[in-house]
């Protein structure tokens, strides 16, 4: 489900980013890694840098409850009346109330380690006070023996692979940015003119689909019976003279307007890749079987490609999932592999 949303989501806003992270509440307290679908609007990273894992720093905000804070964090008694901060809001048609909510901020940073070992450090804070930092863990994690199992955080940092638990899965890639281009952004304006021309060309319809009358006012004719089509006689009080009653001339419209609009709609297909072919139809006069099975694997080759972006990203976290597994894991786990032909093995 997680990578259908991610999937949806890029589509949408040319952007999905999958968040990598070691969740220590899993498995009754086991712990075990947790891949999420992470809202890039909630994402602030340096300006100008087109790979994520080169910003300096990369902070990660979000909303939380402050009844849930408190439980977790005493210490935040008191200080959670004023937000700091604000962050992006969704527009929804129910209202979404945050006033007893507070932004947490997870931010992450890079430093040079021993060694020239590059290392990431996490702090973790709300409003101006700090829940938890990785540099003020000087103490050695120990064992229930009291036996030193790894160094101090402070030396080793968050995550031993030293990279941002993110991985961005882009689109169509933008210069100087780790975002990209998504359907929205390349097919908004071309609809927007459609929209605004189906507008104009049903409202022409209207306008000519019921007929309208100029009436002088001194043409003594009984208006209601002149309405009322089932009336056989209509009253009038003197002569009926030929300017009486007008019928207003429609305004057609000319035939060039409806193919500029079907030129939009032609152009908006293009610019999408959202062809006939590429859905299953076929253009006129192609009937061959393999002339069709032709069209339709030349029209699915942005498909293919945003696939392959896709894959990419897929090897980014897979490589962070064994390394968190080679940091975290401290007793055997069974995993199911599923091979050829659908056989099934269990590695340990």
Same mark, same amino acid.
């Given at each position: 489900?997680?990578?259908?949303?991610?999937?949806?989501?890029?589509?949408?806003?040319?952007?999905?980013?999958?968040?990598?992270f070691?969740?220590?509440?899993?498995?009754n307290?086991?712990?075990?890694?947790?891949?999420?679908?992470?809202?890039?609007?909630?994402?602030?990273?340096?300006?100008?840098?087109?790979?994520?894992?080169?910003?300096?720093?990369?902070?990660?905000?979000?909303?939380?409850?402050?009844?849930?804070?408190?439980?977790?964090?005493?210490?935040?008694?008191?200080?959670?009346?004023?937000?700091? $901060?604000?962050?992006?809001?969704?527009?929804? &048609?129910?209202?979404?109330?945050?006033?007893?909510?507070?932004?947490?901020? &997870?931010?992450?940073?890079?430093?040079?380690?021993?060694?020239?070992?590059?290392?990431?450090?996490?702090?973790?804070?709300?409003?101006?006070?700090?829940l938890?930092?990785?540099?003020?863990?000087?103490?050695?994690?120990? &064992?229930? $023996?009291?036996? $030193?199992?790894?160094?101090?955080?402070?030396?080793?940092?968050?995550?031993?692979?030293?990279?941002?638990?993110?991985?961005?899965?882009?689109?169509?890639?933008?210069?100087?940015?780790?975002?990209?281009?998504?359907?929205?952004?390349?097919?908004?304006?071309?609809?927007?003119?459609?929209?605004?021309?189906?507008?104009?060309?049903l409202?022409?319809?209207?306008?000519n689909?019921?007929?309208?009358?100029?009436?002088?006012?001194?043409?003594?004719?009984? !208006? !209601?019976?002149?309405?009322?089509?089932?009336? !056989?006689?209509?009253?009038?009080?003197?002569?009926?003279?030929?300017?009486?009653?007008?019928?207003?001339?429609?305004?057609?419209?000319?035939?060039?307007?409806?193919e500029?609009?079907?030129?939009?709609?032609?152009?908006?297909?293009?610019?999408?890749?959202?062809?006939?072919?590429s859905?299953?139809?076929?253009?006129?006069?192609?009937?061959?079987?393999?002339?069709?099975?032709?069209?339709?694997?030349?029209?699915?080759?942005?498909?293919?490609?945003?696939?392959?972006?896709?894959?990419?990203?897929?090897?980014?976290?897979?490589?962070?999932?064994?390394?968190?597994?080679?940091?975290?894991?401290?007793?055997?786990?069974?995993?199911?592999?599923?091979? !050829?032909?659908?056989?099934?093995?269990?590695?340990?």
């Amino acid at each position: 489900q997680t990578y259908s949303d991610v999937w949806h989501y890029k589509l949408k806003a040319g952007t999905g980013v999958y968040g990598v992270f070691w969740d220590k509440s899993k498995h009754n307290g086991l712990g075990d890694i947790s891949i999420k679908k992470v809202d890039i609007s909630n994402l602030f990273w340096e300006s100008g840098i087109q790979d994520i894992q080169k910003s300096r720093n990369l902070f990660h905000v979000e909303l939380a409850d402050n009844d849930t804070l408190l439980a977790i964090y005493p210490q935040l008694q008191g200080k959670l009346t004023t937000a700091t $901060m604000d962050i992006a809001k969704y527009v929804y &048609d129910d209202k979404v109330d945050t006033t007893n909510k507070s932004v947490v901020v &997870d931010w992450y940073y890079k430093k040079a380690g021993q060694g020239g070992k590059t290392v990431l450090h996490y702090c973790k804070f709300v409003n101006d006070v700090v829940l938890f930092a990785t540099e003020n863990e000087t103490e050695p994690v120990t &064992d229930a $023996m009291g036996n $030193m199992i790894a160094p101090p955080m402070a030396e080793t940092g968050w995550y031993d692979h030293g990279l941002y638990p993110f991985v961005f899965d882009t689109l169509y890639p933008v210069e100087g940015t780790p975002c990209g281009f998504g359907y929205i952004d390349i097919g908004k304006d071309a609809q927007a003119y459609i929209d605004r021309g189906d507008q104009a060309i049903l409202k022409n319809m209207l306008a000519n689909a019921k007929p309208r009358y100029f009436v002088r006012k001194d043409g003594s004719v009984n !208006e !209601e019976e002149y309405a009322d089509t089932d009336k !056989e006689f209509i009253h009038v009080d003197s002569n009926l003279g030929q300017d009486s009653i007008l019928p207003v001339q429609p305004n057609t419209l000319n035939n060039i307007y409806l193919e500029v609009k079907n030129a939009k709609v032609d152009e908006l297909k293009e610019v999408t890749g959202n062809r006939d072919i590429s859905t299953g139809g076929t253009t006129s006069g192609v009937t061959a079987a393999s002339a069709i099975a032709a069209m339709q694997e030349a029209g699915s080759k942005l498909s293919r490609d945003n696939n392959k972006a896709s894959y990419r990203a897929f090897r980014k976290i897979c490589l962070m999932v064994v390394e968190l597994i080679r940091q975290f894991y401290d007793m055997p786990r069974c995993f199911r592999i599923m091979g !050829e032909n659908g056989a099934v093995r269990f590695v340990q």
